[in-house]
């Protein structure tokens, strides 16, 4: 009789075993698990928007150089490579001895054409309008430092290559600052102005004809 007994009972533990495992999980699960997958996928999809403010692509919205690259190009080469020559001896010197006053104003020259450009990227930010090349731009920025010149970037990108050149008494930066205008000058601004006529229009050519592409009377 104790064996039957004890048989039983180890019966309907395992039934209860059975019971519990095969039981379905709380209602409130499913549930929760469905919410973080919704989420997580909405997560997914802001991170996947394009940057730029998240404005539409635009294919007109092209140029045939890249500014940042050429810009890159001529600061560094003339930090680098064609500084390397001065200090040797073999670079081309503004004057035959360095002087502390030119290498000060090169210093001034850096810094605010660094704050120009600078300056440049806070109104695309402020005004919430792309700074890279192939984005649709949906506003003309007038105010501030582009009520000076329209193309403050490109003028504070040609001043820090310029200014450098005096920094380290030599021509090599007053040549890459040539050279950077010749690029910015026949492969991105006309592109860019054809663009911003046929978006904003009047407002733009209005615009134009008021502020100087680079500065004063240039």
Partial sequence: QYRKDRSRL???RRDTH??????????????TTMTFSADHNASSRKKKK???FGAPRDPRMNVS???????AASFLGTT???GGFQV???GLSLLSTRRMDVTLVGVAGVVVSFGMAFRSIQS????QTPIPHGYKVTTLVQSGIFGYSRNPLYLGMVGAVSSLGFVLNSWWGPLGGIYLVAVLQTWVIPQEETYLEENF??????????VPRWICFI
Wanted: aromatic letters at 14%.
């Fill in 65 to 71: 150089a890249w500014p940042p690259g050429h810009f």
């Fill in 80 to 82: 680098g490579i064609l």
């Fill in 88 to 90: 040797a001896g073999e």
């Fill in 124 to 127: 695309f930010r402020q005004y």
């Fill in 10 to 12: 180890s019966l309907s």
């Fill in 50 to 52: 394009p940057h730029a």
């Fill in 18 to 31: 059975c019971a519990t495992v095969s039981s379905p999980p709380p209602s409130f699960l499913p549930k």
């Fill in 201 to 210: 229009g009047r407002d733009y050519t209005d615009y134009k004809n008021t």
